[in-house]
């Protein structure tokens, strides 16, 4: 039987669809690099989670048997791509199932901060409410203001219907990155100065790339308006974090609600102190049927990979060409 390396046990049937065609190895935690080297000696399929760095290393400790990296997440930028074609070695991902999801968190990011959900709640469990009052904890507007997003892909384009559909927003949109038009009603495209000095809402929605890289950053920020409110639920170093603390603390824009980090799980010093900004710990896919349909697609695609086929999601089909033969057992 192919053998198959979990790092972390998966919520729904994933490991019982893979124990089917593979002997499952479950890691039970994220490794140290040495010791994720030593783990992956002679696997055929790697599952890992985002925290898992797949470089030519680890590629190279696996072994040339290695036929699939099915990552545990529709982001790939823990995986080293090029060095996975070099091999031979097909790179899976999840996408689709994960986008209303993180889509829904973005608009409940948007809410919370705009609507001040988390300093209204702390008031409260502090004993700090003492009855209604005409100024009290006052918030933004969301009905019929303008949200800008920085990346039109499937979890961009999810955001935008709620937000024009459900919130009469007027969608602004800067992705250069497209290979069409935006073809979404509704939605107008612009560029990235054009946005940032427009939006009341601005949300982040790219992959991570060199060129995605501190997209936001001290610059980027100043051109925001005072009132802007600054999302993320994509990959934290989309946003330079020191800047957007630096300017959360003077007043630059008015709020971020944030579920990715620089430094994740860590977080740029000072931000946990400021009240304007709503923090999740990357919750952007994290429901129940959302984690499960995440770990069926990644079996899906080590099943296909092992069977010889391309995986349903494969972000570099071209390595098929020049892979070893498929594992078979
Ligand atoms: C992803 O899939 O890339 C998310 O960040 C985690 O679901």
Redesign the pocket.
Known sequence: MPRVVLSLPLPGPAQAMLREAATVEVLGAILPAPEYRRAVVGADALLPQ?RDRIDAAVLDAAGPQLRVVA??????DNVDVPACTARGVLVG??PDV?TDA?ADCAMALLLATARRVVEGDAAMRQGRYHGWEPDYMLGADVTGQTLGLIGFGRIGRAVARRARDGFGMRVLVHDPWLPGPLAEPGVSACGLDELLGAADFISCHVPLTAETHHLIGAPQLERMRASAILLN???GPIIDEPALVQALRSGTIRGAGLD?YEGEPAMAEGLAACPNCVLLP?L???TWT??AR?GELAAANVLAALRGELPPHCVNPEAAAGGPSPATG
Request: hydrophobic share 40%.
């Open positions: 985002l990552n545990y997440a529709v982001g790939f991902n999840t994960l993180t639920t994509a990959r990715v990357h952007g896919s994290a959302t984690r995440m």
